[in-house]
DNA sequence: AGTGTTTACGGCGACCGTAAATATG
DNA sequence: CATATTTACGGTCGCCGTAAACACT
């Protein structure tokens, strides 16, 4: 589990489409797909259902939603934990 | 900044020695005082002062240290959320 | 000399992007 | 056939570990 699978996590989850969170992750589809099959692979759970839309999450999907938000939201406060040299 | 790099922190600064927070790590030391170093340099702050008997935290990795361990907690929570199938 | 960290370097594994394949309406 | 995800595949980049180098007492 890697912080920038989180990320590519919240964004299909919040897009709806792996195309969609590609672009806005500057990335192409396969490999946001990848990391999402991978994330689901080492949690033993399927976190989206594929429909022929996109993707919608899945009820562990829902439950993971809020804790990947705090892991992302932690890193933030660390980063900016440093920013206050001036 | 990843989670790897994370645990990598807080375990030199728990020893006080690359070398021992290698072994507790399973990695040989290389491969962790470059990942610190990567870390350092990533956040634009020095994390350790090197002293002749390792490594021994800074006022800002004191500071980081408490946002570190948010981060690696919080990705635990987010790891057994899934756990509770059973 | 002995304890510690860091750099060089060869080799393996992870990951990206293009393109092809698969699935559904 | 249009839109979506996924798999194949070639190439690059990162990272590991051994060994050597460096710093301090």
């Given at each position: 589990m890697s912080l920038r699978q989180l990320e590519y996590f919240v964004a299909?989850?919040?897009e709806g489409h792996v195309?969609?969170?590609a672009r806005r992750c500057y990335?192409?589809?396969p490999?946001?797909?990848r990391q999402i099959r991978a994330l689901e692979d080492e949690l033993g759970a399927s976190l989206f259902d594929?429909?022929?839309q996109g993707m919608k999450l899945s009820a562990a999907g829902q439950r993971f939603m809020g804790y990947a938000r705090d892991v992302l939201a932690a890193?933030?406060?660390a980063?900016?934990?440093l920013r206050e040299d001036d």
């Open positions: 299909v989850a919040e195309g969609r969170a990335v192409s589809q490999p946001m797909s594929r429909i022929p890193a933030d406060r980063r900016e934990a």
